[in-house]
């Protein structure tokens, strides 16, 4: 996967919370042995706050780590050092949807759901910025073009020697709402269409449509399951509301969300018949 210091970062914190463990130490005696406070020790190891080389040292003394566990720790210490694209963005997005940019460019893999719009990283720009300028207070007027560049470039993962691998079941809502117009929409249901055509491997975009049953997921908000390479990192949640946004990694809430989204999978039609109803649409609406 291409380097995110996003999961560099938290990558180190899960590896600390696991030498503390083994050490059988509470975060609160881990902080005391290491001068630290408690909250420092928790921010780090849940991803959410960087630790300095002193830092570093100082737990790894109170781990009692080997010097091959300790190097590995530096290694993750540095790549997460490294400057990411979204970083430029800081005063656009809070600090969750940053880390979720993060982790969304070091992941291998992303289910999404939505029920109303087409998923971000399968947006024309057209049809981005519409869903943009649709946000309300949430996103000031002068900040759209921002906020549009940073949702182009995170587009790029689909693309490239090693590209991110994305289910995206939508509701069949998606190609009545005529976001940004009804050109737009046309543009946007061909472009889906070719995306799927286009990469076979690694883009499904799969419709429930109108005639389905009931599920769980119908009704609800949006929400994305980002997979990583390798056992050591697990799955995590995002969700976006109208007035908040949560980037979780609870196993319990994480299951919820992985059954959620099998069942609309299984209310979906066919990857063959999900193309043939876009391009349908795309049809009429001319």
Known sequence: MPTSPTVANWELGLRLREHR?????TAVAAAKAARLTQPYVSGVEGGKLKITDVRLKALAKAYRLSEESYAG???LRSAAEQRSWWQGYGGLFNDDTLRFFGY???AAAIRSYDGGLIPAL??????ARAVIRGAGPNIRMADVERVLEARLIRQHRLDGPDPLRLTAVVT???????VGGRAVLAAQLRHLAAMVEQRPSTVDIRLVPFTAEAFHALGGGGFHLLEFPGPRLPALLWQETVTATSLLDHPVRLREFDS??????????STTDSLRLIRQFAKELG
Do not use: K, N, P, S
Request: charged share 25%; no cysteine; proline share 0%.
């Open 122 to 127: 399968l947006q024309t720009e057209d049809y």
């Open 104 to 106: 969304e460019h070091g």
């Open 73 to 75: 720790l530096i290694e």
């Open 21 to 25: 463990e083994l050490t059988g130490l």
């Open 260 to 269: 959620a989204f099998d069942q609309a999978l299984e209310r979906a039609l």
């Open 172 to 178: 069949e809502a998606v190609l009545h709402q005529q």
